[in-house]
């Protein structure tokens, strides 16, 4: 049996091309053109899915993007998309589709008890059980909850498509490609305004490819569209974007497009992105997102084969389907007449229109009369039967007393309703504008423009064709002059037939069914009924919003497109309140639902975050260092031997250091070039030290706060000339005090001449650190004396390394001697490579951050950020003597002089040493005076850095501890999980302490 | 992702070339020794959060490196004017007149 | 007030859900309350409740500009958790979760907190030691927190992607098990209904338009659309919108508003057993009882009282959670909206009485207050029912920004070297 | 590349094979040269371009060339000025000696970035994969310079010509800015 439900012609589909696809495993045949839900509607299948509380069977109700009812899996690739909507879902060779949210199957769903016991699950039924006893609501009560929630399963396997991304700019951006915005489209790019105009569709034209009555300029509107969209692509100033979904729309009218790529195509080529995010900035935006049919609230209206009226002429005239044999028309609305008529002209037995209105209009009562449908006016539907499909409607005669009375029953296949159109405010509402009730149009319409934007055509509630052309001409011309002050004369399409519909319904309609047994769906994917809304105004939820809460009508995969008018509706006549005072629900954004990978697009793995390497990652990778992430610098952690584990390489690089020479990459450090006659009064200002009396050639630690007082950066700064510093911040600090310093100079003091230049990739730095330093380093320099006079500790000068520029530090972050070598970047891998086969030949090692820890604590340098954690003063430091005593002020000093500065019982820096010199103590514990605290004692400090020392022959541990300075000495104690440690306050210099190493 | 015009490159931006360097014209006091704990304290901690028309300093990080004054309003986050830094400020109830607050 | 049950449920069902009353009443102001408290989120009703329940005063007003709860209570990642670092914060929230547990009972409204745990994960060698400091440092507190390896961590959470090759490898995470979330809205409705049985007016759609203080400069009584209350105490609970609300007595707050984003995904059948929170790459991950996925992204870089933020903090937070978690790359983004997150310097709150006689604010708590509303409305209500703080939240003073005795908990996760 | 603006600076680096090499869209490194930040007041503006060999522009985003010589606007008292690789010392040398006395700032930088040259009629949309400037040549003409973000990398551009950008970064952010760029362009290789 294939596609009994295809008409014999017309559409838009592709005839020529046949397509297997299959659904939930059963195979059957769609064509090109067809949706996954036209492809199915084709094949008789009406059943696609459970909704989400009762698990009751539901049909395909809509023909576009609002679906609540059609989701599907797809699988591809050997993993599944969950919740596509079927609507959307381009049919290609090979789709596989699956239903979701029953088991075991579409057909027998044990979910399905839900529906039985819905009594009992009233809105916010939740709220009010589930609490006894006290442990089983996460135990048993969520988990049982939670699995019959959800709605398709989520992808398991890692998603290997690409998302693209564009950042795009034009005059006018239009979102949608309905008579209105083709119209308004054209009327831009006439005046040489750059256009883009996308539709979430994948064909342009939108209502008018399913009108086969009117004619625009005497063609057939899909004539006309196709012509329209032939000229605009001639034009170099308009882009068009079909399935672009314009989904959230953001300050300074900036605009997210959605535009799905491949995933319509059988076999895409990898090299295309599966989706690409377009970022527009438009100066102007016209917004003909049209309007959509709104359901009307029957009992039983949510059964498989009940579908909007216009969804139904949809799969007729553009998919060339038929929704059922059988068609009831159940309306409140003119446009709703036309389905029948075009069904009764496909030879499809429209069974009755049912009519709301006691009197519809004669011309349409004319018309059916001439095709011999039967007319019930004043006639609403009370019930539906059949389970899995659609097969009779009960109807209901409405009496002048507002009752109804049973006007039987009529067997049909389908029902096609319409309570009438609801403008598409979305995007309107996202660009934060408020929309206003218009009681005219029976809806809410856009209100003041509050961004460069205006609604064309149905998103504004204007309704028919001549006037929606036009207006969509109108508002094309005036987004192009308002964005590019230009004019052109525009020849506007005639337009005849489309002519506007009249008559609408809001909210719950009347019957004469048991009203507490029957269910009248509002929001359809999460189960709400009217009965659900009224309850939650029962129980004083006032605000659209709780009710929206309390019950979750509009919180579904729609985001209430189909619901929250007849929501309000039913809501307004609950509280007894205009429907304009109980307010409406906020539209977020996305418009639908917008893939995850398409936010993220490039980013992923490293090009997650830029991960940036210093000229020696070659070396370091080919001898087996080992990596961590520093910020985005990678910087070597280690570099284990064969063998060995971090700790006996550290070991072993520690001793080495100390024996005979070590070489470390301190490239990432943040070097910054001060400069300009003001110089060293900006220095002077910045940080805590003196700098004016330093003299050229020589270095000094600077210690850099905020103006709060506390410790924020630290350095070594050498002067190379009268106006000249170079700086050097900490590797993760350096943004941060380059930005600090750009600020003060900027706003505070721009008087001074002195500008800062960031040079932390401009130069390479390889320390070469130990007692064989100089023997390392001496061949390869020229122009620098390098003995212990003219060179000593703390200098700096300019020379030559292996012939190319350098500049060479002596200083020491290890105790031992130390030269720090700056050569211009694209020489550091040269520099690094010579120096790592020197120190071969001393018996040296290249050695990582670990051991810059381990010998720096063994001589009591504080890491910022590590011994410091933005709440240390100097003085808590122990590093008063880096205070410039004279100075009147500089950043941090005000700060310093605050109460809870200068209290007593500061934390102080400090060293500690465990009793048991086997015993290391984990960075981060805790310290207590008392060997068993109780729990909630207030720890007097905690460890901040913690090793084993091989130049101690023992562990060692820098600590902060409240008044500290004073317990040298005295026990404390660590408590652990498995027992207290007994610690003893040290100074936290343990190695060295005269510094006789570093002056040699 | 707002839109700024950077005064000395003259030209719009994305926002993510700057940098918001918060609350606009708080000046560090001349002689910091001179204040008192409230004093410091309100030059370090104490903002106006301004609900409607405020004033910030902005900086174009990603761009010509320079401070920058905007006019914001708050609550639309529509920039009202841009000014350099050494420009005084401007009418802010003019302003906000115009912009129809 | 009728009490919640299945039994109640059930009986409800033979009667069509047609004779449940109402969970509170829509009140005309009265002309005088004993305390007036202005903001009807979670923290303003918890408040609210706990004066009327542990210190009887009744005679309570909470004024609300809009709906109740429909503030950053409404609008937030509900996640719940009290490993704070600094033992003035941990107290707090610890204080918060010891009320989390068992408030569905007290409250008689299922305010479905699931302890199903919060991971945080460490991702640097700095991570790991600031992990290490808050687990030492919870312990010796008596606060739940433990160190999990990634292969734990990866037990826990079993969709957590601890492959080495990605651009920032887990390497451990310290996890609070009784950490977990709760239902937001039950929150607000829960202390809303039980507030209001003990003779609390919730009065929505009420702006209050000024706060009127004596020649004393204490407080009279407050300014508001529905007329002038008289009132001794005012509590201001007034999140993003403090600042204002402060001015209107005239004390400057060290405060600023932030736009705060967060997203829900569609509905998938279970996909995540815990929270997840990275710092280092900005993310935040649970998913609901109804299957979304809910995603929480970082602040906007200026102050807004939009409650819209910009796109590129999306992306971050959504390529984030997607380099921890590569299959939900082809999960979708349902929803996205924001809130209004008020911040102090330090990133702990304030709570505390002010300058002015009968002023009382509670603010400050940044992207993380929801986590603390039990705990934060019991002191609140003790300090302005015994114009003296709790000695919970007494260190929370507005005075501390001026004596420089912070409580930094963003100093405290300081980036190394 | 006669027709391009400083290609007597910025040359395709001969020993590095194209980075891409699509009909549309071609990504070449560019030699190493000089680069020197320049910093100072307004009084010093014609005495520096002097002493450089080609004026400071003084329009914002604008570039000024001569022979081996091009100075680039990077904001209102900030200048780049590139020369060739072997030129460093004595532009440095010449402009120091002509402002001795005038505060300034001459800061070398010829190493802290590297520069890719794209062109190819897709060069500006490739750019715009990960860069939110309007590339359009009414509101980008050649010639233009400027500072700004792709993706997650600060980066330069100037426009040398209709379908050429010279992209620089700092060097560590290469790899990421010619990786994404390498990677966004595939598309215009699918069939």
């Not at chain 1, 030949?841 to 290249?846: F, L, Q, V």
């Not at chain 2, 830094?85 to 802010?92: A, C, E, G, K, S």
């Not at chain 3, 990133?347 to 509670?362: A, D, E, H």
């Amino acid at each position: 049996m294939s596609q009994p439900f295809r008409t014999e012609k017309g559409g838009r589909i592709d005839r020529g091309q046949q397509l297997t696809f299959t659904f939930d495993g059963e195979e059957m045949q769609g064509h090109k053109g067809d949706t996954l839900a036209s492809a199915l509607l084709a094949n008789g299948v009406h059943l696609v899915g459970r909704s989400f509380k009762y698990h009751r069977p539901r049909g395909i109700v809509t023909a576009g993007s609002e679906e609540p009812n059609a989701l599907v899996g797809v699988y591809r690739k050997g993993d599944q998309t969950p919740n596509l909507r079927a609507t959307q879902v381009e049919v290609y060779q090979g789709l596989e589709a699956i239903s979701q949210n029953r088991f075991p199957s579409l057909g027998f769903d044990v979910g399905a008890v839900n529906d039985l016991l819905s009594p009992l699950f009233p809105a916010g039924f939740y709220y009010k059980t589930f609490m006894w006893p006290k442990a089983f609501w996460d135990r048993v009560y969520e988990p049982v909850i939670r699995a019959a929630a959800g709605l398709g399963k989520p992808p398991k396997n890692p998603d290997h498509d690409t998302y693209g991304n564009i950042y795009a700019h034009c005059d006018v951006l239009v979102a949608g490609s309905g008579p209105a915005g083709l119209a308004a489209a054209v009327a831009a790019a006439e005046t040489g305004a750059k256009v883009i105009l996308c539709d979430e569709q994948a064909e342009f034209g939108g209502s008018l490819l399913s009108d086969e009555n009117a004619t625009i300029d005497g063609k057939p509107p899909a004539e006309w569209v196709r012509d329209t969209i032939v000229k605009l692509q001639g034009m170099d100033n308009v882009t068009l974007l079909s399935r672009t979904t314009a989904f959230g729309y953001f300050a300074h009218n900036y605009i997210a497009l959605a535009e799905r790529v491949t995933e319509h195509v059988s076999d895409p080529d990898p090299k295309l992105p599966r989706e690409r995010l377009w970022q527009v900035r438009a100066k102007e935006v016209v917004i003909a997102s049209g309007a959509i049919e709104r359901p009307m609230v029957f009992p039983e209206n949510d059964r498989p084969g009940i579908l909007l009226a216009d969804a139904g002429r949809t799969y007729l005239n553009r998919y060339g389907v038929k929704v059922g044999n059988k068609v009831l028309i159940a309306t409140a609305c003119d446009t709703a007449w036309q389905a029948a008529f075009d069904l009764a002209d496909h030879g499809v037995d429209v069974v009755a229109i049912a009519d709301l209105r006691e009197t519809p209009p004669e011309n349409l009562v004319a018309i059916a009369q001439a095709r011999g449908i039967r007319v019930e006016a004043g006639c609403v539907v009370t019930g539906t039967l059949g389970r899995k499909r659609v097969k009779a409607a009960l109807l209901g005669r409405l009496m002048t007393s507002g009752q109804v009375a049973s006007a039987g029953q009529v067997a049909c296949d389908a029902i096609l309703m319409s309570g009438g159109w609801t403008p598409t405010v979305s995007l309107y509402s996202q660009s934060r504008g408020k929309v206003v009730w218009d009681e005219t149009v029976g809806a809410y319409v856009p209100g003041k423009s509050v961004q460069h934007e205006r609604s064309a055509g149905a998103a504004k509630g204007l309704y028919g064709l001549q006037a929606t052309l036009e207006d969509g001409y109108a508002a094309g011309e005036a987004a192009a002059k308002a964005a590019i002050g230009k004019e052109a004369k525009v020849t506007y399409a005639a337009a005849s037939g489309g002519e506007a519909g009249q008559g609408a319904v809001l909210g719950a309609l009347p019957h004469d069914r048991n009203a507490s047994r029957v269910k009248a769906f509002v929001d359809y994917q999460n189960d709400v009924t009217a009965k659900d809304i009224k309850l939650a105004a029962r129980e004083g939820m006032q605000s659209i919003e709780h009710i929206k809460r309390y019950t979750t009508t509009g919180m579904a995969t729609d985001q209430g497109r189909l619901s929250n008018m007849n929501a309000l509706s039913i809501a307004s006549g609950a509280l007894e309140k205009p429907i304009v005072d109980v307010g409406l629900t906020t539209f977020r954004l996305p418009y639908t639902p917008t893939t995850f990978g398409l936010f993220a697009g490039v980013a992923r793995g490293d090009h997650f975050d830029p991960v940036r390497k210093t000229p020696s990652h070659d070396w370091v990778v080919a001898n087996g260092g080992v990596y961590e992430d520093v910020g985005q610098w990678k910087r070597t952690w280690y570099f284990p031997k064969s063998g060995e584990d971090m700790h006996a390489a550290v070991a072993r690089e520690c001793a080495t250091v100390r024996e005979s020479v070590g070489l470390f990459d301190a490239s990432t450090l943040g070097k910054i070039e001060v400069v300009g006659p003001d110089a060293a009064e900006f220095l002077e200002r910045m940080y805590t030290n003196p700098w004016k009396k330093l003299a050229p050639g020589r270095c000094r630690y600077g210690l850099m706060l905020n103006d709060a007082g506390f410790i924020v950066d630290d350095g070594v700064i050498g002067r190379l000339a009268d106006d000249r510093f170079h700086v050097t911040t900490t590797t993760g600090g350096a943004p941060s005090v380059f930005a600090t310093m750009e600020d003060y100079l900027q706003t505070e003091w721009p008087d001074l001449d002195v500008w800062i230049t960031s040079t932390t990739e401009q130069y390479a730095v390889a320390a070469v650190q130990g007692p064989k330093a100089r023997e390392v380093i001496a061949p390869f320099i020229e122009g620098i004396d390098l003995s212990a006079d003219p060179f000593p500790h703390m200098s700096v000068k300019e020379g030559t390394f292996c012939g190319v520029p350098c500049r060479l530090f002596r200083i020491s972050f290890t105790g031992e001697l130390g030269f720090e070598i700056n050569v211009p970047r694209r020489h550091g891998k040269m520099t690094w490579e010579t120096l790592a086969g020197e120190i071969e030949k001393h018996n040296g090692t290249a050695y990582g951050t670990e051991t810059m820890h381990v010998l720096r604590a063994e001589k009591g340098y504080i890491i910022v950020g590590q011994d410091t954690d933005g709440t240390v003063t100097p003085q808590d430091a122990g590093m008063s003597w880096a205070i410039g005593k004279k100075k009147h002020d500089f950043v941090g000093k005000r700060g310093l002089e605050r109460p809870d500065l200068v209290a007593e019982n500061r934390k102080q820096f400090v060293g500690l040493l465990t009793k048991d010199p086997k015993v290391k103590l984990e960075e981060g514990a805790q310290i207590t005076v008392a060997q068993n605290p109780a729990t909630g004692t207030p720890a007097e400090g905690h460890v901040t850095s913690s090793y084993y020392s091989p130049a101690m022959g023992r562990t060692i541990a820098l600590a902060i501890v409240k008044n500290g300075h004073a317990l040298h000495g005295k026990s404390l104690y660590v408590p652990m999980p498995d027992g207290s440690i007994e610690v003893e306050v040290t100074s936290p210099i343990f190695f060295d302490k005269e510094g006789a190493r570093l002056n040699v | 992702m707002l839109l700024i015009y950077c005064p000395y490159c003259e030209v719009e931006r994305p926002e993510t070339e700057f940098h918001n360097g918060g609350e606009a014209h708080i000046a560090r006091p001349a002689d910091p020794s001179k204040t008192s704990d409230e004093e410091w304290a309100e030059f370090l901690y104490m903002r106006s959060n301004v609900k409607g028309i405020a004033v910030e300093r902005w900086r174009h990080i990603h761009g010509c490196g320079r401070f920058f004054n905007v006019v914001r309003d708050t609550v639309s986050d529509k920039i009202l004017k841009v000014y350099k830094v050494d420009d005084p400020m401007p009418d802010l109830e003019a302003l906000a007149k115009e912009a129809g607050r | 007030m009728k009490r919640y049950s299945f039994l109640e449920l059930a009986k409800n069902a033979f009667s069509a859900h047609q004779n449940w009353g109402r969970q509170w009443r829509a009140p005309e102001p009265k002309a005088e309350y004993d305390v007036v408290i202005i903001g009807a989120g979670g923290h303003g009703l918890a408040t609210a409740y706990y004066l009327a329940k542990e210190h009887g005063v009744r005679n309570v007003a909470v004024l609300e500009k809009g709906w109740l709860g429909g503030g950053n209570t409404g609008r937030n990642t509900t996640i719940v958790r009290s490993n704070y670092l600094w033992e003035e914060s941990a107290a707090l929230y610890n204080h918060a979760i010891d009320l989390w547990d068992g408030l569905s009972q007290e409250l008689n409204y299922n305010v479905m907190y699931s302890a199903r745990g919060v991971m945080m994960l460490a991702h640097t060698v700095h991570d790991v030691q600031v992990a290490q400091r808050h687990i030492h440092a919870n312990r010796l507190a008596g606060v739940q927190n433990e160190w999990l390896t990634p292969e734990q961590a990866k037990e826990y959470c079993p969709p957590l992607n601890i492959s080495k090759d990605i651009r920032y490898p887990v390497m451990g995470a310290a996890l609070q098990r009784v950490g977990g979330t709760a239902r937001h809205d039950a929150v607000a409705w829960g202390y809303a209904r039980g507030a209001d049985d003990m003779g609390v007016d919730i009065i929505q759609n009420c702006l209050v338009t000024g706060i009127k203080r004596g020649a004393d400069g204490a407080v009279e009584g407050v300014e508001t659309a529905k007329g002038f209350i008289k009132t001794k105490k005012v509590g201001v609970v007034a999140a993003g919108n403090t600042t204002n609300v402060m001015d209107m007595a005239g004390v400057r707050m060290p405060l600023e508003s932030y736009p705060l984003q967060a997203l829900v995904s569609e509905p998938v059948k279970p996909a995540f057993p815990c929270v997840v929170m990275s710092n280092t790459i900005h993310a935040y991950i649970s998913q609901s009882d109804k299957g979304e996925l809910v995603i929480g992204a970082g602040t906007d870089q200026f102050i807004s009282y939009s409650q819209t933020g910009g796109i590129h903090i999306t992306n971050h937070t959504i390529d984030a959670i997607c380099e921890l978690f590569p299959h939900f790359r082809r999960m979708r983004m349902l929803r996205n909206w924001g809130g209004i997150v008020d911040v102090t310097p330090d990133r702990s709150p304030i709570l505390s009485k002010t300058p002015v006689s009968g002023l009382y604010v509670n603010c400050g708590w940044g992207t993380g207050g929801f986590k603390a509303t039990p705990g934060s409305g019991h002191v609140f209500a003790h300090t302005i029912a015994k114009d003296e703080p709790h000695s919970i939240n007494a260190p929370f003073t507005i005075d501390r920004f001026k004596t420089g005795r912070l409580i930094d908990e963003a100093a405290a996760a300081a980036v190394a070297h | 590349m006669s027709d391009l603006l400083a290609n007597d600076v910025i040359t395709p680096d001969a020993g590095e094979t194209p980075l891409l090499s699509l009909p549309d869209v071609s990504i070449l490194k560019a030699a190493p040269m000089t680069r020197l930040s320049l910093r100072l007041r307004k009084a010093a503006i014609p005495a520096a371009g002097e002493a450089f060999g080609a004026n400071l522009p003084v329009t914002p985003l604008g570039a000024e060339i001569s022979a081996k010589r091009a100075a680039l606007w990077m904001g209102p008292d900030e200048w780049t000025l590139l020369a060739p690789e072997d030129e460093l010392q004595a532009v440095f040398d010449g402009i120091e000696a002509k402002l001795d006395g005038q505060p300034h700032s001459l800061t070398d930088i010829s190493h802290r970035s590297e520069a890719l040259i794209v062109s190819g009629p897709k060069a500006s949309w490739l750019l715009n994969t990960g860069i939110f400037v309007d590339f359009s040549l009414e509101k980008f003409p050649v010639g233009t310079v400027t500072r700004t973000i792709f993706h997650k990398s600060p980066v330069m551009i100037w426009r040398t010509g209709e379908d050429t950008f010279v992209v620089e970064a700092w060097v560590s952010f290469m790899d990421y800015v010619a990786g994404i760029l390498v990677e966004s362009a595939q598309e215009l290789a699918a069939a």
